[in-house]
């Protein structure tokens, strides 16, 4: 399974813009990047997801590296209640693989008012 | 989003005894469910992948008989933790997928704590 990096934590405060990054150098061309994140005691959320073109949603947008060895997720204005760990995971879309995650350590994001 | 529940949210029981989780896609017909484990502080862990009609494929170094996984229907997946001990103490997170194409995500459930004592 492909591996991500991605920052322990970060920070920011609220109604800022944050961006979250993630380093994917070994991805494969069928990998398709997918982010979730995960509140205490919560199962995890989805966020969002992209193969090649930014992508962007009610909750988020993803900017892929041309490369695709990176990308970034933003969300625009941070609120209180996006304090999680975020997690950048590749998923394979082929092979023996198919359709799992493979969560790797995340990025805890903390918020202050 | 699609909405997929577990039961129960937590649980105690004593070593030695066997313990069973649901989890259902109240909403959507999951072809595929996924159960994970997380320890405190660590991340999640994927544990085994189950089909709906089939058996469960498990991840290395998930033993198959000591968390059965049964998929009767395509709303229905259960983790039976069997014989449990202390180390089997740990927060099981299932996941559903609707269908199998590139645009489908997976939708996780609330998690279930489970204790051992």
């Known amino acids: 399974d492909a591996k991500t990096t991605q920052p322990n934590s970060m920070e920011s405060n609220e109604e800022e813009p944050v961006h979250l990054p993630c380093n994917h150098s070994?991805?494969?061309?069928?990998?398709?990047i997918h982010w979730y994140r995960q509140l205490p005691s919560q199962g995890p959320e989805y966020v969002i997801h992209?193969?090649?073109s930014n992508v962007n949603n009610r909750m988020a947008s993803l900017a892929i590296a041309e490369d695709r060895k990176s990308s970034t997720l933003i969300l625009h204005r941070a609120t209180l209640r996006d304090a999680a760990v975020y997690y950048c995971?590749?998923?394979?879309?082929?092979?023996?693989?198919?359709?799992?995650?493979?969560f790797g350590r995340g990025t805890q994001l903390t918020v202050w008012p | 989003g699609a909405v997929v529940s577990q039961h129960p949210s937590w649980v105690i029981c004593k070593s030695g005894t066997s313990v069973k989780i649901e989890c259902r896609s109240l909403?959507?017909?999951?072809?595929?469910m996924f159960w994970y484990r997380q320890f405190p502080k660590q991340s999640l862990m994927l544990m085994a992948t189950?089909?709906?009609?089939?058996?469960?494929?498990?991840e290395q170094g998930v033993e198959k008989d000591k968390f059965l996984i049964n998929h009767a229907s395509l709303t229905l997946s259960t983790l039976t933790v069997t014989s449990a001990h202390p180390e089997d103490s740990s927060f099981y997170i299932c996941?559903?997928?609707?269908?199998?194409?590139?645009?489908?995500?997976?939708?996780f459930g609330p998690g279930t704590r489970l204790t051992v004592l």
């Open positions: 189950s089909n709906e009609g089939s058996k469960a494929t498990y």
């Open positions: 995971i590749l998923r394979a879309d082929r092979g023996s693989t198919l359709g799992r995650l493979y």
């Open positions: 996941s559903a997928r609707r269908g199998e194409t590139t645009t489908d995500t997976q939708y």
């Open positions: 992209g193969l090649t």
């Open positions: 909403d959507f017909q999951a072809t595929t």
């Open positions: 070994t991805i494969s061309g069928t990998d398709y």
